[in-house]
């Protein structure tokens, strides 16, 4: 299902965010490109350290210092957002863009009930609106995440939810404006398994109902393989491989991605010993020379100190590997 | 650095390896003296504690040794000249003692008596509020009552109150500031004991069947140790200033050990007369120790405060 | 309750924890005021049976609030149950006391989630495994060095680094030197709580394998508590499912997923995600997990239920044996 009709929702060129601390330069992402079109889910995919929040911070603008957007371009529906001036992000932030976080705490204040924060959310971009329609959209919300007796819950404050609860009210807040993306950080990461099954149904009916465009962004290939379109996999900063779902992971092409498949224990069978990609992860503030995934990888080679470009070896995947694994039948660690 | 899966379980390789080379207390020292004030403070400080711990060796005069003193020589103006030839610096008091080594003895007893104090009431209100945490329950309860109680009555009365029955003297006071400072380190370390106390490195340690003494001396306390500095030195200062106001009331310290609060006492009656300097210099070393001893106890407390973003 | 063969390490037997949250004065004074303040009692595990034999690997499986943390430190020795009996190789450690207590406690040895705070920040990585040894005459203290050198290179980590401290390493290498510590006392068994749920992907990889490893060099029994079907899975031979306190289903591992039994099984298979079920229709189990201070009477499952009849809002189901090696709590089970 690629959906891809008309001009991406969003695009991204070249990001670059680079956090400038007092240890050094970390480059948490560092030429990052990809597209969203009306309706897709992509993932975003990756562990920690790969830069793969950063992405979804930087694209909604909400990096602090010492971090900073330095290059690139975040296209949507042609504007670019980088360097957009403070007011003009702040209208779209909220309203045509929104954001949903691991901690339903970070969208949820803890002193004001659930029907102020909603209310203020819809009257922060359209004034207009009265406050009894308000109202009357926050109840549609609740009711279209699942919430039961939403009348009553509104009146309720967060810390009167339980934390599947508090996640889908902070999802309802990000559909109250419509909007046109809604970036995911690792929103079901926190959650149990049944509540995280509610999430990702509700999740799902959204895109296909109204169109929206979203990056979930996780390190949960299990989840996105369910859910997602396309996908898009970092690693220290830089994607490594993007294309479709089922292409990318049914013929991994890189070997990063090929090794974390590998290491995913449901693709065994049981009981045999996991792949496991050897070593640790590079700190950002010192990615070694050329293709950050030289040190872990078993086809390394001396081409590998030249960094290498992204390509697309085959039509609708994009891969940035000097060696990656064209020959479907070689064996993961090969 | 290839790895084949039939490999068995690899050494981690070195170079990937440290994140930090320090140990906890170099990155505590780099962090603490980031701040301009706090490390201009501490430098002060330790000035204080310099004069303070060699007051008998670097003082012109020795202010209590009668000989060494004449009241030909009293009230007499910062600057000038005594008899015998050598500058007052900072003037003489009503009895005729250079006031600079007034002020370099009462640092002294000051300092002595507060330091003293905080650290006796550190480590009785560490010990109950260790027991406190660990034990819980009914131990907890009636420990944290006596506290609450304690804490209830204003300092000065009940130091005014004990010194009234013990009477005068350098160890009296002590005595008297300890009662009144221990509950402030109880409650602290009881707070900091019961946060680690579920943490998992203890539960860990209660697995490995390790005795109670050992849980609570080797892991709990080393890691309730952060807040407990940072009331060590807020409460020295507070300590010192306590003493002073009791010596200034004319409780607590006999006249032969003058405090820097009896010094101002003793200059009060002369304040408005114009010999402002009796009070004035003793008021600003206790102004300037307990200052600076504060903004060293600020710093402290944000650079050992974990969850201050840094 | 389950087999109990000469060959079973651990049987926990109608094992109850209860957290009560008793009232203070001002409680009490208004409960007397006709108030309808009562004391809070969480059943964290309510009337649990287990038998774990040796050498397998039983995997404990459950969302919040079904307890299983709880089970697994009632069995390590860190909390004291409130009911019921724990059987460690035939003499029952829960009537133990003092030192006897304390010898048996060490050969059940836990791993824990967080490894960042299961280790002591002001400890260095040879004093944190070798205390213990050093205090039980598993070494003396000249070869404490040597000792902790050998268990550090059992787990995969450089002895070199062994004076430093942990936050000078990083979170898998933590985790490892959290099994050294255990490792360390030579325990049979080891109850591993979340053990890598805190790690990255790649890093989990490394840490169950070496899991692996270790069962077999050194024939240790398991109980792995998760909550991730997937790595469960994978490495168990048997799996526990339990829900707010009680035991749901216990079943050989590759029979639980070819046929669930229990319908709160079927729910939890069908809602893990998989890396080969692609664009899927998600149909997710209604309601919410309810809370331990309340929970729902007679099944705890019953709310959330599709087969549930109103015998199931009364009467607790039993966990019985429905096939060889196999239990299952369902009244559903009674009638077929």
Known sequence: MSVKDTSPTLEVRNLQTHFFTKAGDAKAVDGVSFSVGKGEIMGLVGESGSGKSVTGFSI???????????????????????????????????????????????????????????????????????????????RDALGRVGIPAPDERLRSYPHQFSGGMRQRVAIAIALLNKPDLIIADEPTTALDVTI???????????????????????????????????????????????????????HPVHPYTRGLLGSVPGANSRGTRLYQIPGMAPSLLNLPQGCAFQARCPRADEACLVEPQITEPIAGRGVRCCHPHLNAEEEIGA | MSENIQNPTPIEAPEEFVVTLQTPFQRFCLDFFESRVASAAFVVLVGILFIAICAPLISPQNPYDLSQVSILDAKMAPGSQSFDGWTFYLGTDGAGRDLMSAMFYGLRISLGVGVMSGMIAMCIGAAIGLAAAYFGGRIDAIIMRIVDIQLSFPAILVALILLAVLGKGVDKIIIALVIVQWAYYARTIRASALVERNKEYVEAATCLALSHNRIVFKHLFPNCLPPLIVVVTIQTAHAISLEATLSFLGVGLPISEPSLGLLIANGFDYMLSGYFWISFFPGIALLITIVSINLVGDQLRDVLNPRLDR | MSEKTNDTMLTVDNLSKNFVKKLDLAGKIAQKLGSNIREEVVHAVDGVSLAIPKGSVVGLVGESGCGKSTLGRMIAGILRPTGGDITYKGVSITKMSGDEAARAALQIQMIFQDPFASLN????????????????GFTTAAEKDSYVCDVMKRVGLDPEYRRRYPHQFSGGQRQRIGIARALAVNPEFLVCD??????????????????????????????????????????????????????????PTDELYADPNHPYTQALLNEVPQLEHRGRDYKPVEGEIPSPLDPPSGCHFHPRCPHATDRCATERPELREIAPTRWSACHLNDEA
């Open chain 1, 60 to 138: 909604i603008g909400l990096v602090d210092p010492p971090g900073n957007v330095v290059g690139g371009e975040v296209l949507y529906n042609g504007k670019n957002l980088v360097g957009l001036p403070d007011e003009q992000m702040r209208q779209l932030r909220g309203n045509r863009i929104a954001m949903i976080f691991q901690d339903p705490m970070m969208t949820l204040n803890p002193v004001l009930r659930v029907d102020t924060q909603m209310v203020e959310t819809i009257l922060a971009h359209d004034p207009s609106v009265s406050k009894q329609d308000a109202l009357a959209r926050s």
């Open chain 1, 196 to 250: 995280q099954g509610q999430i990702l149904y509700e999740a799902q009916k959204l895109c296909r109902e109204t169109g929206t465009s979203m990056i979930w962004i996780t390190h949960d290939l299990a989840v996105v393989a369910g859910l997602a379109d396309s996908i898009c996999v970092m690693y220290g900063g830089r994607v490594v491989e993007q294309g479709l779902i089922n292409d990318v992971l049914d």
């Open chain 3, 121 to 136: 920040p002001r400890m260095r990585v040879i004093d944190i495994i070798g205390e213990a040894p050093l205090t039980h």
């Open chain 3, 194 to 251: 979340e053990a890598i749920a805190a790690l990255d992907v790649s890093i989990q990889a490394q840490v169950i394998n070496l899991f692996m490893d270790l069962r077999e060099d050194l024939d240790l029994t398991y109980l792995f508590i998760s909550h991730d079907l997937s790595v469960v899975k994978h490495i168990s031979d048997r799996i526990v499912i339990m829900y707010l306190g009680r035991i749901v289903e216990i079943s």
